[in-house]
Each structure stands twice: as structure tokens, then as C-alpha cells.
């Protein structure tokens, strides 16, 4: 059983910065595609990032592309998401998921989810 879990929520004024990470246990992280989602109140859940097992390839939401950046560390088998120039419009529920296969933005190919960290953007 796979448990995800995420940390490094809070709230920060806009313009600031938050390092989320999603420590992985049960199981290696090595050969699983690992994203973000999030999810604002009254929204569907979106997709946020996501980096690949096979290459490392990361992907990104245009809305945040140039401000967040994914990577992994498998050796501690946890996934970071830098969080930079936030604005009000990031706060949301933070979700870590792992991927059936590959990257993907529907829910439906998560296999595993976390259990969600609030971020919340002071404007």
C-alpha cells in the first residue's frame, strides 16, 4: 500500500514562496510518473505539474509555468514542488498523486492520492 504525504502548506502573501514536498512510503517512487493537482473551492480539481519516471520530462499547467517547478528526489523518495511569485488565484488544496502510467491531467489515470495541503495566497 502506497501512502503519499503531503507537507509545506500555509498561507503567504502573494508574490512569496511555499516548497511543497510529497514523501512517498510503501513503495519507490523511482518508476512512477508523480504530479500536483489542485483544487480551489467550487472547482474541479486541476492539474498542476507533473515529471516523468521514464526521462524526468516535467510538465506544467500554463498558468504557472516560468513560477513553479517540479523535481524528485529519489533518494528520499519524496516529489518537491517550488512554489514562486504566488498570486491569489494559486490558493487552493494541494494534492500529490501517482500515476497509473504516464503523466497525465485527468484524475482518472492517479492511481494514488494524497491527502491534500491547504496553500492560501494572501493578495
Do not use: H
Amino acid at each position: 500500500q502506497v501512502q503519499l504525504v503531503e507537507s509545506g502548506g500555509g498561507l503567504v502573501q502573494a508574490g512569496g514562496s511555499l516548497r511543497l514536498s510529497c514523501a512517498a512510503s510503501g513503495d519507490t517512487l523511482d518508476y512512477s510518473a508523480i504530479g500536483w493537482f489542485r483544487q480551489a473551492p467550487g472547482k474541479e480539481r486541476e492539474a498542476v505539474s507533473c515529471i516523468s519516471s521514464s526521462d524526468g520530462s516535467t510538465y506544467y499547467v500554463q498558468s504557472v509555468k516560468g513560477r513553479f517547478t517540479i523535481s524528485k528526489d529519489n533518494a528520499k523518495n519524496t516529489v518537491y514542488l517550488q512554489m514562486n511569485s504566488l498570486k491569489a488565484e494559486d490558493t487552493a488544496v494541494y494534492f500529490c498523486a501517482r500515476f497509473k502510467r504516464s503523466c497525465s491531467d485527468y484524475v482518472s489515470e492517479v492511481w494514488y492520492w494524497g491527502q491534500g495541503t491547504q496553500v492560501t495566497v494572501s493578495a
